[in-house]
């Protein structure tokens, strides 16, 4: 993951990188939050599967946070 973040930001030079997170997937959104990412919003109930209802989570980095939370991991 921090390889792609890289070539993201580093070599297509990109500002801001989003992502979308299901609720019912607590590693991704351990694993978004542990890279510096930032819940920007949720839409609720985006998600239909397993015969339920789930809200869908949207996570953002720039670049910046990127570039200082890539120097603490």
């Not at 949207?58 to 990127?66: A, D, T, V």
Request: some cysteine.
């Amino acid at each position: 993951m921090l390889l792609v973040l890289k070539y993201y930001f580093e070599e297509l030079r990109y500002q801001k990188c989003l992502v979308t997170v299901h609720s019912d997937n607590p590693a991704s959104v351990a694993l978004h939050a542990g890279l510096g990412f930032v819940r920007e919003g949720t839409l609720r109930r985006m998600v239909y599967t397993g015969g339920q209802f789930y809200d869908s989570h949207h996570y953002r980095i720039l670049k910046e946070e990127w570039e200082r939370s890539a120097d603490s991991i």
